[in-house]
């Protein structure tokens, strides 16, 4: 085993300080990543964060079952542990939010039923293996004052990996990560970013609801409830 860090810096942004980190998790034993882990955790404390980098972690469920079967083959054949998913299940376990299938979920109301389904083809293979060992974590409560606009893979010869870009952008003012979250305060949402001037308008064909019932509204990328 290597000896592994992470470089984490405290940027100031208009919706309150947020840590950015950067890591590359030990690439022989799931047990030792998943530690690792934790001592990013502990690090954070519970301050606003993002991290990403090689995880040198599978979620299986980013996968069609026959090209996960192929994967597990590949690994046994290169003397490579098998896919265990535990690093991924501590970061689900520890509330972190996975930001590549978040912007593929759209919203946040449909994030946990999202990591039942396979990645979209070119978001699953970020390493030269074929997988996807590379992510962008956020902590719990900086995600639900965040929508993902964009997510996209991009290949490039400065590495064996390539790069995962994330565009992140603040839920409109009034609009909750999911009908269960914390009001926003007077105003708006707390925000990262510059308001990206997101229009969000009722869903075409709704009734009105009754009384107290949330509202779903979206811009052409969003479904996100407010009241």
């Not at 890591?23 to 047990?31: F, M, N, P, R, V």
């Not at 980098?53 to 994967?71: C, K, M, V």
């Not at 389904?117 to 962008?136: M, Q």
Request: glycine letters at 10%.
């Amino acid at each position: 085993s290597e000896a592994r860090g992470a470089a984490l810096a405290t940027v100031p942004t208009p919706g309150g300080p947020v840590v950015f980190g950067a890591t590359h998790l030990d690439h022989l034993d799931e047990s030792t990543r998943v530690r690792q882990l934790g001592e990013i955790a502990d690090a954070l404390g519970g301050r606003d964060a993002v991290v990403l980098g090689d995880f040198n972690a599978l979620r299986a469920s980013d996968y069609p079952p026959a090209r996960l079967a192929q994967i597990r083959r590949e690994r046994a054949r290169n003397g490579i542990d098998p896919p265990a998913g535990d690093v991924v299940r501590a970061a689900d376990a520890l509330g972190r939010v996975d930001l590549v299938r978040l912007g593929v979920a759209g919203r946040h109301a449909a994030y946990r039923a999202s990591l039942r389904a396979p990645l979209p083809a070119e978001l699953a293979v970020t390493s030269y293996f074929g997988t996807r060992g590379d992510y962008v974590w956020a902590t719990a409560a900086l995600a639900t004052r965040l929508h993902v606009p964009e997510v996209r893979v991009v290949e490039a010869d400065a590495s064996d990996h390539s790069a995962v870009v994330v565009t992140l952008a603040p839920l409109p003012p009034g609009v909750r990560a999911n009908p269960g979250a914390p009001r926003p305060a007077p105003g708006g949402a707390a925000r990262l970013v510059a308001d990206p001037g997101i229009t969000v308008t009722p869903l075409a064909g709704n009734a009105a609801p009754p009384p107290g019932e949330p509202v779903a509204l979206v811009d052409p990328n969003l479904g996100y409830m407010t009241e």
